[in-house]
Structures are given as C-alpha cells and as structure tokens.
C-alpha cells in the first residue's frame, strides 16, 4: 500500500473491480469483474496500470474521492463531468489529483456506468485470486459507502504516457438503441416458432430492474412450446450459465446475464449474446430500446 483513498461520495453503486473472478464456476463462484470490459481496460492503460488492476464502477450518479497522495487518474466508461477539488478536469485522458484533493465524477450524461483508474491500482484483499465485488454472493469488497477508505497501491515505474486522446468507444446510447447480436441457446426448442420470431423482430427496452447480474427486459412475452414442460410452465434441472445467455423466466421476458450472473438457472436459455456486445448492454440507461439480431 502506498496511500489511502477515502471516499466522499459514494453514489447511488460504487464497487471495486477488475478482471474478475474466473475459474470457480464449477464451484458456483460467479465471474464479476468489470460490466464494460473495454472501458476498464483502457482507463488502466492510461494510467499505466495493467489492464487487469482494480477501480471504481460507477452507477448512474458517479462519485467522489479524496486520496492522502498525489495520484494519476482517469475517468472514463459513461461520460460525466470531471472536476479536481470543484475545477473542471479532462474526462477520459490522465489527470493529476494532488493529495487532499478531491476528485470528483459527475451524473453519467451518456451511459450508465463509469470508472475511475488510479495509478497503482486500488488494493483491497483479494478473494479467490480477484478484488471485485460480486453483489450476488458476496465475495469481494462490499459497495461503498461515504467514509471508507481503500489502499492504493504503488504507481507504476516511468508514469503513465499521458496521450493526448484515447479511443473510447461510442456512447451506447444511440438514438437507434441498443442492438445485441444473438446465437441460437440451448433451449431455443422450448420456444414456439412465433416466439423465436418475436425474440429477433420486436422491440424490447432495458427494464429499470436491470442490475449488474442481468439486463432484464420490457416487451412481448416469449410463449413456450407446447409438450417440452414449458407449455405448462415447468422448469429444468438446474444446467450451467454463461456470460451473455438469454433465460427466459416465467413471465416470458428475456434477461441477459452479466457478470454477476449466477452460474447455474433452472430457466431455458433461449439464446446467447457475444461477450464483445455486453459492454454496450452495462452502458444502456433503463428504457433504451433494444433489438435483439440473430447471427
């Protein structure tokens, strides 16, 4: 540990996290991690850091910190206004927090979820091999709240590059909405033909209990085949989840597993979103359309 960083303003979900926590879903230890993946990634290049170190995920409200050192952070993920101690602050690129200071992240003006890097990273204990916090079962830092503190580790040797600009990815929220590509799933024959065609021709919206273990939905309920236990409503035995599968639950609404997903489910899969599109699903505000395109 190399400094403190105490936390000012937690927001409405602050939580630490990283690459996450792979490798123990046989033992029913969901992944975590960070929701937009290449955001992460990017903020701790540009502080130096290896891509994998943990940071700060933030919820629609941002947040504050103020570090007991002089640190090198970047905001970026969902764009917000940045201030240094009330002064405004570049948002995306390498800025300098002196200590005392505080660093603040503002109400996301486009996506959903931010990330605040930090060179050095942030060294709360390790569970299971990663610092995230999974907010399903528990494990990792629990979400903050104002007051707490976190180690920050040791800065990288050389600094950061400090580039001029960096490319992060377009706001996900379009205009035309979101679009997520989808395979065919393991129980697409639970599903009528009618049903399969509405799952890839309507339109859905992301539901406001959306959260960091699924990005549930609003639209059409999809009807169950009749004869395979779902034309009554039964379930199956418990089968194993993956990143990105599509369970449809009882009410017939599809739900995209994100990192915090459990790793078995009693549901049919009805199909299967690529991880390289989940990034765009954790940046979609509730009541962004969204079309679900088959490939």
């Known amino acids: 540990m190399s400094g403190l960083l105490r936390v000012v303003r937690a927001g409405a979900l602050t ?21 937009d993946a ?39 993920g969902a764009v917000c206004r940045v201030t240094v101690d009330g002064r405004p602050a570049a948002w995306g690129a390498p800025v300098r927090v002196p200590a005392g200071a505080v660093l ?40 903050l709240r104002d007051g707490d503190t976190l180690p920050l580790g040791e800065p990288p040797a050389g600094g950061p590059a400090l580039p001029d600009a960096a490319p992060w990815a377009a706001a996900p929220a379009a205009p035309g909405g979101l679009v997520l590509p989808v395979r065919q799933g393991p129980r697409h024959d639970w599903f009528t033909e009618g049903a399969l065609r509405t799952l890839t021709t309507a339109a859905y919206r992301v539901s406001s209990a959306s959260n960091r273990v699924g990005l549930r939905t609003e639209g059409p309920a999809l009807e169950r085949a009749a004869g395979v236990g779902g034309g009554t409503g039964g379930e199956l035995p ?3 989840m993956v990143l990105g599968a599509v369970q449809v639950p009882p009410d017939g609404r599809p739900v995209v597993f994100l990192h915090d997903h459990p790793t078995t489910g009693g549901y049919p899969v009805v199909g299967v979103v690529p991880v390289h599109a989940l990034a765009a699903a954790a940046q979609a505000v509730p009541g962004t359309p969204i079309r679900f395109v088959r490939v």
Not at 15 to 35: E, K, M, S, Y
Not at 43 to 61: S, W
């Open 104 to 143: 603040e992240a503002g109400p996301a003006l486009s996506g959903l979820r931010g990330y605040l890097a930090f060179a050095g990273g942030l060294e709360p204990d390790a569970v299971l091999g990663s610092r995230s916090a999974d907010l399903l079962s528990g494990l990792g830092p629990p979400p």
């Open 38 to 76: 290449p955001a992460h990634r990017l903020a701790n290049r540009l502080v130096g850091n290896d891509p994998a170190a943990a940071v700060l995920e933030t919820t629609a409200t941002g947040c504050a910190v103020r570090p007991d050192r002089t640190v090198v952070a970047v905001v970026g």
């Open 238 to 240: 418990s089968e194993g």
């Open 15 to 35: 939580t630490v996290q990283d690459a996450g926590r792979t490798g123990w879903a046989h033992l029913g230890v969901p992944r975590a991690g960070a929701l």
